[in-house]
């Protein structure tokens, strides 16, 4: 099985080019992006979808290679998306708590990896 981190980040990045990709490809979803958000324009909600893509293809890779330093870069990315989103209120309040779990969830599994493979290391072969 995969490291639980691996899992966790890989889950996040295949979320992200999913769900921003149908804001790029359905005018219906980036409709209903502008509505949730608050959002005051169709190519505001594509520059953001572009973006999220970008950062899941990202995650995606990072989640492939088990790169654990950009594992935890990514968590400190999330810890300061947290209070951004945060002060905007409304909907954002939303996307901050999504950004809040994701980050611990991938702390969580990072966590719990390096605490199974140190006990499999002591063991050993």
């Known amino acids: 099985m995969p ?3 691996t899992i966790f980040v890989g889950l996040q990045g295949a979320f992200g080019v999913l769900n921003r990709a149908a804001s790029l490809l359905f005018r219906s979803a980036a409709e209903k992006n502008v509505e949730i958000l608050k959002v005051p324009s169709i190519p505001a909600i594509h520059a953001i979808a572009a973006g999220s893509i970008s950062i899941g293809a990202f995650y995606l890779n990072t989640a492939l290679r088990h790169d654990t330093t950009m594992m935890w870069w990514c968590v400190v990315g999330r810890l300061i998306a947290i209070p951004v989103f945060l002060q905007h209120g409304g909907p954002w309040r939303n996307v901050a708590v999504f950004e809040a779990a994701c ?23």
């Open 3 to 5: 490291p639980l981190s």
């Open 103 to 125: 980050g611990l969830l991938t702390m969580g599994g990072l966590l719990w990896d390096s605490w199974r493979d140190r006990g499999t290391k002591e063991k050993g072969p």
